[in-house]
């Protein structure tokens, strides 16, 4: 048997100068440069995978000197050995003796972490010939439990639980993924209200989305109270009162803040209110959801959440009432996989958060698997879909009638065109020569 021993780690800091248009801006992040640590694993078989973690400009050559500092743990094991323990490998990874020091489980660590784990789980589907969706769904459900490091979850999700739910979710599922292969999985747009962007922007933007059939909009909030009013009414009024909004502070305010500042917003029927204050502050989240309830807003987060452990309070405390996996913040598909059976447990539906660099390209395999064996349901479920940078991919998103099409290429669709990352590298490739 093909031991398939990986030989080679490289890792790049790739960068977009997305912060001359204000594409990705909001209350927080005003100029964003949407990044990558760009990771390529080789094999000696000469098969490749790649992975990615997301940043936003500056910091990206830290991520890149953590995925340096992990990859002695990487080269020199096979495929073979990785998957055949994907759970020892996860901790070996998570919990080095010395390098747990700077996380654990956390910030830049886990990112770099993220990076690699992705680019493993990439050259796993390739050597199956299958999307990763794909490898996950056909996966024996004990197989996957072995994926998953439960430590310090079970008191939330035992293993028999989790085996129980995949158990379960086998009924129907061929007809969820034929019904996946038809319609595809509900997606929204972020693509139209970023806080940069001109009333008239707004306006065109808005307009085109509703005309290529999008029904589901979420707008950037949390700078300036009368700025939000004006622009929350303006694109409640485009897209009529049938049609759903979400809002968006990406962690802008104080608890107190937050509930009076949404309060003034929920004439604007938004469906929730995303990251209203720090991604950390689980008590703060369930206080806000409590107060919000009457009128009927949710509370979502989860694109900074560090780990499945910060994710197992947020649900215990009611703390949010949508969970936002992201597939580059968490511990790549491992972890994730375990925040998808705890929000399945808890009964809160999973909207991913997606966007940035790759972001759309690798959650779209995690929540397909999700509605096909996990959840069986779209009930309150959505995919978010940010309309940049997708071109600089070499299997691309395919979004139809405002739906994710399942991707039908072996991998994780990290990979990205050579030509894009030289051209982007940072800071000498000839982008950012000619920005300099």
């Known amino acids: 048997k093909m031991t398939k021993k990986i030989i080679k780690l490289t ?26 640590a760009y ?35 990487v080269v020199g094991k096979s495929l073979e050995e990785i998957v055949s323990d994907f759970r020892g490998f996860y901790r070996l990874l998570t919990s080095d003796g010395q390098m747990r020091w700077i996380g654990p489980e956390k910030g830049v660590i886990q990112l770099a972490t993220a990076a690699v784990l992705n680019a493993v789980w990439d050259l796993w589907a390739r050597s199956e010939g299958k999307p990763l969706w794909k490898l996950l769904v056909d996966m024996d459900p004990r197989k996957l439990i072995s994926c998953i490091d439960f430590r310090y979850i079970t008191d939330a999700l035992t293993e028999e639980e989790a085996l129980d739910i995949l158990v379960k979710a086998q009924t129907g599922k061929q007809q969820r993924v034929d019904q996946m292969l038809k319609e595809g999985y509900p997606a929204y747009t972020t693509s139209c209200a970023w806080l940069g ?53 990406n962690q802008r305010w104080d608890v107190g803040e937050a ?13 929730w209110i995303e990251e209203p204050t720090s991604p950390d502050d689980i008590l703060g ?17 989860g ?55 790759g972001l759309c ?24 879909f940010v309309d940049h940078l997708h071109q600089h991919f070499r299997s691309p998103v395919v979004i139809q009638n405002a739906h994710y099409m399942p991707p039908k290429d072996p991998g994780y669709s990290c990979e990205m065109l050579e030509s894009s990352v030289q051209t982007h590298q940072y800071p000498q490739g000839q982008v950012w020569k000619k920005l300099q």
């Open 39 to 73: 990771v390529v694993i080789e094999t000696d078989q000469g098969m490749q995978g790649y992975g990615l973690t997301f940043t936003v400009g500056r910091g990206t050559e830290i991520v890149v000197c953590a995925v340096e500092a992990l990859s002695a743990l």
């Open 303 to 357: 694109e900074q959440c560090h780990n499945r452990v910060m994710f197992k309070q947020f649900l215990q405390a009611s703390a949010l009432q949508f969970v936002q996996i992201d597939s580059c913040r968490l511990g790549s598909v491992n972890e994730n996989l375990a925040v998808l059976l705890m929000a399945h447990k808890f009964k809160v539906p999973v909207c991913p958060h997606a966007g940035g660099v």
């Open 11 to 36: 890792v790049r800091d790739v960068r977009f100068p997305t912060s001359l248009e204000q594409h990705g801006s909001d209350a927080m992040h005003t100029d964003p440069d949407y990044s990558v």
């Open 361 to 384: 390209e690798l959650v779209q395999h995690l929540i397909l698997f999700d509605y096909i064996s996990v959840s069986a349901s779209l009930d309150n479920r959505m995919c978010e």
């Open 197 to 249: 962007y001109s009333d008239q922007l707004l306006k065109q933007l808005c307009t085109d989305a509703l005309n290529d059939g999008w029904t589901k909009f979420k707008v950037k909030v949390g700078a300036d109270l009368k700025d939000d009013i004006r622009r929350c009414s303006l694109i409640r009024q485009m897209i009529g009162p049938h049609n759903t909004l979400m809002i968006d502070a």
């Open 285 to 301: 989240h369930a206080a806000i959801s409590k107060a919000l309830a009457p009128l009927g807003i949710g509370v979502a987060t």
């Open 259 to 271: 509930i009076t500042w949404v309060t003034r917003l929920a004439e604007y029927k938004p469906l």
